[in-house]
């Protein structure tokens, strides 16, 4: 928890960065439809005192010295419950800048701090970035400031934002990118083709020099050629630090007409994509509701590469039966103290009538001593993997200098014969960052090649 100076310290320098609170233009109804707020009735709901208590009653410290500089008033001390600053919002409702830290603030309900945290480091520059990000104060006031800095770059940023974190919210699929066999009855001419198509994988994709217009042209070609519908790149973040090129599609789920205002506008019918893109384009993460995402991909990378014989297929890491062994024993051995046994499906177990079993752990405990106790009365519940449709692992992070907390991946066991597993994970709710260090750590401390998919 930061202490009172710090947040003071952080006010006074963060308000710098900001226009003036009473200089702020506002937005038309529409802009904030589009960011799926409700703007007239927010701005309805300000006229109520108690719903402006509330509002800032469950606002962080931080936030609220903020509002007190930017609005030009004295800090609030320890203890003081803001009334001074309620009664100037109060005073001044008809002001749009007053109206937008609330608009700005309903936007951010539900969203995940992680993810715009992720986003902001793609569309701010370095130093203001910087600047909230190594701050001392809570996730949510950081969160708050990540909005506000993105709103006053730019107001339609909001949008990529939104995007953003609807797709970590719901999570990736993952597919590498491969050869495909022409339908053709010549085996020499396949051999020539697919010979050629793997130097051009090899080759890959310079992610630097993808830009929007060559991505919608691409999109459309694809379009015309499978039917009548529309396809828009909305935007490109290069993601240096992470080594990930992320690409935002909007493809109209029926015949409506893509609108513009300000630059982008998409009509409510439309189908939000999101690659991530890897590897010189070699490797894909991909999100869309229609998993129409892959087809797009193998469009745009088979018309960069200029081969018709490239296509995306899902990834299947394969991990041996030894490698399970060894991740089996450290969870019930407790001897790594990143993973957590959280949770066992079987879809057969060891019991009379071999019934599907579920055992989860609470909260604050792990299935080591359940898992112990059935097996000293002759119940191995991990004698077979192939009786195992998934578990979970509490993968431990530390979210402060002395706080940690566990995120709970699902992972399905896939038996492939001859003692070799497929082991895709659920991603849903999970930061992206968060996800690649847990492959990581399994993939290197025990050989455990997991990958978002279908867990």
């Not at 690659?275 to 384009?281: A, F, H, N, P, Y």
Request: charged share 25%; with cysteine.
């Amino acid at each position: 928890m930061p202490s009172l100076n710090e947040v003071l310290e952080f006010a006074n320098n963060f308000v710098t960065l900001l226009p003036p609170l009473r200089g702020i233009q506002a937005q038309t109804e529409e802009f904030w439809n589009q960011l799926e707020v409700n703007s007239p009735l927010i701005i309805e709901n300000l006229n109520d005192p108690i719903y402006i208590r509330d509002k800032l009653a469950s606002s962080e410290n931080a936030v609220k010295q903020i509002l007190c500089l930017w609005a030009g008033l004295q800090p609030l001390e320890r203890g003081n419950d803001g009334e001074y600053l309620i009664d100037y919002l109060i005073s001044n409702l008809d002001d749009a800048g007053i109206q937008t830290v609330f608009l700005i603030n309903e936007f951010l309900f539900h969203k995940r701090s992680d993810s715009i945290e992720t986003i902001s480091r793609l569309i701010l520059e370095p130093e203001p970035y910087s600047f909230v990000y190594s701050s001392n104060i809570l996730p949510n006031s950081q969160r708050f400031c990540f909005a506000l800095l993105i709103y006053f770059q730019n107001p339609y940023r909001l949008r990529s934002v939104m995007m953003f974190e609807n797709a970590e919210r719901v999570g990736y699929q993952r597919y590498y990118l491969s050869t495909k066999i022409p339908d053709i009855d010549d085996e020499d001419r396949i051999t020539e083709l697919r010979q050629i198509a793997e130097e051009k994988i090899e080759q890959g994709i310079d992610l630097e020099g993808i830009e929007i217009g060559a991505i919608t042209d691409i999109l459309a070609e694809y379009e015309n050629s499978v039917g009548n519908k529309q396809s828009v790149c909305f935007e490109i973040f290069h993601d240096t630090e992470q080594e990930i090129t992320l690409i935002f599609i909007f493809r109209a789920l029926r015949e409506t007409a893509i609108r513009e205002v300000g630059r982008t506008l998409f009509a409510d019918e439309a189908e939000l994509i999101v690659l991530r893109v890897s590897d010189q384009m070699r490797s894909i993460d991909e999100y869309s509701s229609s998993r129409i995402g892959k087809s797009l991909a193998t469009a745009i990378v088979s018309s960069i590469l200029e081969d018709v014989n490239l296509e995306f297929i899902p990834a299947e890491e394969i991990t041996t039966r030894q490698n399970l062994d060894n991740l089996f024993n450290a969870l019930l051995n407790e001897s790594d103290e990143r993973i957590q046994f959280r949770e066992i499906y079987l879809q057969t177990a060891p019991l009379d009538g071999s019934p599907t079993l579920i055992i989860r752990s609470n909260d604050s405990q792990t299935l080591v001593h359940p898992v112990q106790f059935l097996n000293q009365r002759g119940i191995d519940l991990l004698s077979d993997y192939q009786d195992i449709k998934n578990i979970k692992i509490g993968f431990v992070i530390n979210v402060g200098k002395d706080s940690q907390k566990s995120y709970i991946f699902k992972v399905s066991l896939r038996y492939l014969g001859q003692n070799l597993y497929y082991l895709p994970y659920s991603t849903a709710h999970i930061a992206t960052q968060i996800r690649a260090n847990f492959e990581s750590h399994l993939g290197e401390n025990y050989s455990v090649r997991v990958f978002p998919g279908k867990g």
